[in-house]
């Protein structure tokens, strides 16, 4: 007989979901491991509760040969100077600062770059940010712009963030700034890895398993489909055995989803993304928290089923087979064995 998907979850439903019961295990942040002034120097940084800020350049004479003057020797080193943060991104989270720029010179010739080496390449998050034009001399301050990066890609990864200001050695100095480096993580911890074969394979799509039912539900399933294939009718099998795992794996979707729905902190925008795509891929019911990970699933004790049959004759038919609807108004499809 062919068995369709009928498309439910058995669980218990929410009528006020006490607080414990989201409690979430603390997610790690992020941790810089070094903070490494270089290249020709003129780097100062210092690091307090607002986050990391930084000076990358010289800066301590103005140019005073006017509008495309001659040059100061001696007054402008030739080269970058750089600042490079490292970071154990861990459980993920967002990085957020300001920056500017100041500057004697044109862009052609002295500018800032700010960029992020990850595992899988580099991201220009700054390029090339100096005065408009070819002219020198004359004084430039860019605005004062907030950027933040979301590191959640990176999970478990170390990246590396790296400033640098060009200089030309002409004499028309230029320094960047950036100021409250700092991590945002979301609150909510990631979703937890599956590492079990069997609840890969559930999360694979193989969501159907009566083979690891218990005897007499075996037993009792086979008298079910008999009887309605006598009346022409047509089984539809949600659920059977379900591996532990993945069904904690169902309720930790549908717990952190609560917390997430409706946060629009930019920091947990990557998880939430994730944990919606997964609450839907799950077809999980805002009111139906999934059933625990030591339920009657799981013990290959409980079938979720319904039938083409009218529901009186279906369920005339379960009860002959020695089943039964234990939240016949919460969850009609749930049966168990008598």
């Known amino acids: 007989m062919l068995r369709f998907p009928l498309v439910t979850l058995c669980g218990t439903f929410l009528l006020g979901t006490p607080a414990h019961v989201l409690a979430q295990t603390a997610p790690r942040p992020p941790v810089i491991t070094a903070v490494t002034p270089g290249g020709v120097g003129y780097v100062e940084y210092t690091s307090g509760s607002s986050g990391i800020s930084a000076r990358i350049g010289r800066w301590d004479t103005p140019y005073d040969g006017g509008q495309n003057g001659p040059p100061m020797p ?17 459980d993920g989270g967002t990085v957020s600062f300001d920056y500017t720029l100041k500057t004697w010179d ?31 001399g004359t004084y430039f301050s860019s605005p004062r712009v907030p950027l933040s990066q979301a590191l959640d890609r990176w999970r478990n990864q170390h990246v590396r963030f790296v400033f640098s200001v060009v200089q030309d050695g002409w004499g028309d100095q230029s320094q960047g ?28 799509g193989a969501t159907v398993d009566t083979e690891h039912l218990q005897a007499n539900m075996r037993a009792a399933l086979d008298c079910v489909e008999g009887e309605v294939e006598a009346a022409d009718g047509q089984l539809n099998i949600a659920s059977a055995y379900r591996p532990s795992s993945y069904q904690a794996h169902l309720r ?29 891929r799950h ?15 799981t013990t290959g004790e409980a079938i979720d089923m319904g039938s083409s049959l009218p529901l009186a004759r279906f369920l005339s038919i379960t009860a002959q087979c020695g089943l039964v609807r234990p939240l016949p108004a919460n969850d009609p499809v749930h049966f168990v064995h008598q």
């Open 74 to 90: 001696g007054v402008e080193p030739q080269g970058d100077s750089t600042l490079t943060i490292d970071v154990d991104v861990n």
């Open 106 to 136: 044109g862009g052609i010739w002295d500018w800032f770059d700010i960029s992020l080496e990850t595992p899988t390449g580099t991201i220009k998050l700054v390029d090339h940010l100096g005065k408009p034009g070819n002219d020198y």
């Open 177 to 204: 700034e950036i100021s409250s480096f700092a991590f945002r993580q979301c609150r909510v911890a990631p979703l937890t890895p599956l590492t079990d074969a069997d609840a890969l394979a559930f999360e694979g």
């Open 252 to 280: 930790e979707v549908w717990d952190k989803w609560r917390l997430l729905k409706d946060l629009r902190d930019p920091e947990c925008q990557t998880l939430r993304e994730q944990v919606r795509a997964e609450f839907a």
């Open 283 to 297: 077809q999980l019911l805002p009111s139906q928290r999934p059933a625990s990970p030591n339920g009657r699933h």
